[in-house]
Every structure is written in C-alpha cells, then in structure tokens.
C-alpha cells in the first residue's frame, strides 16, 4: 500500500463481494481521508501495477512527446455517480482521448456532487465502488475517489496525484456541459470569474485539461437547448479544448434513472441497458428494490 502526501492507492479487486463488510470499511475509511483532507484522490482500483504509463511503464515513453516537454500521454476521466453504470457509461469510457503515445482510462466518483444528493434507494458509495471495479474490468480503467464537487476542482486534485505529464480529457454527456458552462457553479457566480476559471482549466501552463461531450437522444425542444450549449463553448470548440462526439444512437437513450425504475417495477428489461457483469451484481445485493 502506499500513501503519500496528495493520494493513496488501494485495490479492492483482491476482496470478492462475499466480504462486502471489508470492502465496505475501506471504502468508508478512504470517505474519511478525503473528507478530513488527509489525501485529496484515493485510487481504489488500478489495472495493473504502471497505471497510468503502459504496461510497460513510464520508460516506455523516453522516445514520445515526454522528451518535448509536452503531454506524455492522456487519460481519458469518466466522472459519474454510477448508480448504476450502464451501457452509456461504458461506451463513453471507451471514447479515445487522442492519439498518443500512451493512454489511460480513470473511472471516477465525486463525494460531494454539485447536485446530486443521495436518495432512498440509492446504491451506497461502496455499492458504487464495487460496480465501478467490475465496469473498469471490462474496459481497462483505474478506479478513484474525489471530494471535489465540480471539474475545475476535480482536475486540480487529479494533477496532483498524478505523473507530470498526464493530460486529462474528461467525457462527459452534452447536459453536463450545460452545467459546466453556467456560472453559478464558479465562485461569485459571475461570468468572468467562471471564464478566468475556464482558462486556467484549459490552458496549456494551466490544468492542460480537455472535455469530450457526447450527444443525448434529444426530441426537438431538447435539440434547440442543444445549439445554445454547443453556441456558449465556441471558444473552446474552436481552440480544440471542447469535442462534441456521438455513441450509439440507442447507448443515448439509456440513463442510471431508468434502470433504477425499471428495477424497482420488476422490468427486467432494465437488463439490457446494462453490462452482464453489473446486471448480476445488481441481482446479488437486491440493488434499487427498497425505497424504505
């Protein structure tokens, strides 16, 4: 195990979910670091053991744009509440950054999300980390913890916890980059202190951070709300900070909410807009049955 200063790295993989109990108390234990500000990332899962160079380690980019002083490699960062991941967030975390000498894949959960608050019914954070380990099994990911409550936040925590040179992109759905635009998210709510935090976000001397948004399904009403959130990112479309990409025209149409409502009307057509492996995980531990 080792702990340092901004993070710490555990790996749950090595627990079955027989000893629920014990994955349960690391997850809560690393809950308390980060809310404390002991560590600022927990890594609850990493792929193998040179996460995030190749499996051949940092030396493997001696002869890439490392030796540019450049980004040496990108990670794409897919943040949810993954409750449940589906079929969306699975496609999603397997959208490439870029091209480049080496990449990585992050799944991460915020414990403390600008708008979302837990509800009755909810799968409980080491319920969410147990199906973010078996989704990153699946698509090759490291697994995190942050306590950071919007991006801006999340990618200053994330530079510090990881190699000099990591380049974020985080994926996200073409609603969140509404709300990543909005102002009230960034300090006093003005416009030009979220544009100041937006630059420093993006900036090459700054977070050097990038997004890539995927379109939803979206019926007409919802396509004009689109142009006006694709219209406020010009800027960042434009220096090739912001992408808009698309999924599987059915992969948009599938949403966590849903799952949870068909789950708990005994649909078993939620089955299908998940991975086999969280669909049986859901199963195991009578996941989004009980509302009391």
Known sequence: MLVCASHRNINIARYPIRSMSTVTNLVNAALSRLQAGTTTVEFIHKPYSSWPYSRHGPHSLKDSAIATGVSA??????????????????????????????????????????????????????????????LAGDVNAAVALVDAPTFIHKAERLRTALPAGAQLSFVQGIDTLER????????????????????RFFAPEGDDARLVCARRAMGPADLRGESVIIEAAQEWLQADR????????????????????????????WRRMVPDVIADYIEEQNLFLDLT
Not at 83 to 91: G, V
Not at 189 to 194: D, P, R, Y
């Open 242 to 269: 912001i992408s808009i990409v698309d999924i599987d025209s059915e992969l948009q149409t599938f949403s966590s909410s849903e799952v949870r409502a068909k789950v708990r009307a005994r649909d078993d057509s």
């Open 73 to 134: 490699f990108r990670i794409t960062v897919l943040d949810s509440s993954f409750n449940p991941p589906t079929l969306s967030h699975r496609a999603l975390a397997l959208l490439p950054a870029a091209d480049s000498a080496a990449d990585a894949r992050l799944l991460l959960l915020s414990v403390r999300n600008a708008d979302k608050t837990p509800r009755p019914g909810d799968a409980s954070p080491s319920q969410r980390v147990e199906m973010m380990v078996r």
């Open 180 to 199: 990543f635009l909005s102002p009230q998210y960034y300090g006093d709510g003005s416009l030009e202190t979220m544009h100041a935090a937006l630059r």
